[in-house]
């Protein structure tokens, strides 16, 4: 599975968009993109997914850039319950992800 | 639905003690994996069951671990001999086995449960 790049941290002012950006230039024809986020001591939290066009669910909306070597997660109106770590994962849809470290986003009140 | 629940959250031993964790995935989930995950890393994959078998062992999973899914429902994972290393957080997740929407299966999470060894 492919490897991916996301900024260590990021800061987001309360009720504004936040956008999570993640690398992932060697991605292959059949991988998909997924993100999940993590709070504290918590397990990962399942967000979006997806494979090439751009997808939404009631908890964020997921871009994919067309040659899709990179992805921004967008979450429209972050609130402080949205700080966690968020983990952006390439994956064939075989068995096993592949964790990075992360972004650790704060949400400032 | 009532998602992927673990047993015990919290568990501390002492080294060379033997532990045992339970994972209960969603119900109708044929796959079941296990992850462990140390302080300000990212989960890293150890095993997993397609139904009762176990199909891919990670090398982190040493000769002191062992997984079970006896009829393919819950699952254990046990830890033998426990060393101070063993301290993490082991995370069980499940997923349907078949391809969703977007043709690939995803993977739910449970809490977690939190290894201390002393």
């Known amino acids: 599975d492919a490897k991916t790049t996301q900024p260590p941290s990021m800061d987001c002012a309360e009720g504004r968009a936040a956008n999570l950006p993640c690398n992932h230039s060697t991605i292959s024809g059949n991988e998909y993109v997924y993100w999940y986020r993590q709070i504290h001591s918590q397990g990962p939290q399942y967000i979006i997914h997806g494979l090439k066009n751009n997808e939404t669910n009631e908890m964020a909306s997921l871009i994919i850039t067309e040659d899709r070597k990179s992805s921004t997660l967008i979450l429209p109106h972050a609130t402080l319950r949205d700080t966690a770590v968020y983990y952006c994962i390439v994956t064939s849809g075989t068995y096993k992800y592949i964790f990075g470290t992360g972004t650790r986003l704060k949400v400032l009140a | 639905d009532t998602g992927v629940s673990q047993d015990p959250r919290h568990k501390i031993t002492k080294r060379g003690q033997n532990v045992t964790f339970r994972c209960d995935p969603i119900?109708?989930?044929?796959?079941l994996y296990w992850y462990r995950q140390t302080l300000g890393q990212g989960p890293e994959f150890l095993t997993y069951f397609q139904n009762e078998a176990q199909l891919e062992k990670s090398r982190l999973l040493s000769d002191r671990f062992s997984a079970e899914r006896p009829k393919g429902s819950f699952s254990t994972l046990e830890i033998q001999r426990t060393e101070q290393g063993d301290s993490a957080m082991y995370l069980c997740a499940s997923s349907t086995g078949t391809s969703g929407r977007l043709g690939t299966d995803t993977q739910y999470f449970g809490p977690g449960t939190r290894l201390t060894v002393l």
């Open positions: 119900s109708e989930h044929n796959r």
